[in-house]
């Protein structure tokens, strides 16, 4: 069984990878308990009718909340328009020997062997090949083939490092 498509990498998902990467690290996981820390803080002046306070609080969880996401949508922004491969499309195809990317004259495979792990998010599946490096492969180019493709993968993986819901 082989499944093949092509990806035109955008802004988006890349974004949407970087806020799932993130929310493992520490300092995803510190801003998250910041921010909520803000927002409990904030309602609890409420409650005590210390009105004034709880804007500051609240002001102090909106810029945690949406500050990083912006650098994120920024720092990708820059990504696609300074790599060369994310101009052009790129074609995918998995099969049981791995996974083989195409992209003009350039041919790249990598076998299952060396996939760490296979997580998704809303957008994507994300397939990791060391701690630092992942190939992103966005829901909306895997279109009808999305549930053949996990079947592929979880054929080819141990359970233990496909985590796709």
């Not at 092509?6 to 890349?14: D, P, T």
């Not at 992209?103 to 994507?124: A, C, D, L, P």
Request: charged content about 25%; some cysteine.
């Amino acid at each position: 069984m082989s499944v093949k498509f092509n990806v035109k990498m955008s802004e988006k998902y890349i974004v949407d990878f970087q806020l799932k990467h993130g929310r493992t690290q520490f300092a995803g996981i510190f801003g998250m308990v910041a921010t909520l820390f803000c927002l409990g803080v904030g309602i609890w002046d409420v409650v005590n009718l210390a009105i004034g306070d709880s804007f500051m609080w609240f002001a102090c969880a909106g810029i945690l909340f949406f500050f990083p996401r912006q650098q994120l949508k920024a720092k990708a922004k820059r990504q696609i328009k300074s790599s060369e491969t994310f101009q052009h499309e790129i074609e995918y195809e998995f099969d049981e020997n791995g996974i083989t990317s195409r992209q003009g004259e350039v041919e790249v495979k990598n076998e299952w062997s060396i996939v760490e792990k296979v997580v998704s998010t809303r957008m994507s599946i994300i397939v990791y090949t060391s701690r630092v490096r992942a190939i992103i492969f966005p829901k909306k180019f895997i279109g009808e083939q999305y549930d053949e493709l996990v079947t592929l993968i979880r054929e080819n993986l141990p359970a233990a490092k496909v985590k796709i819901r």
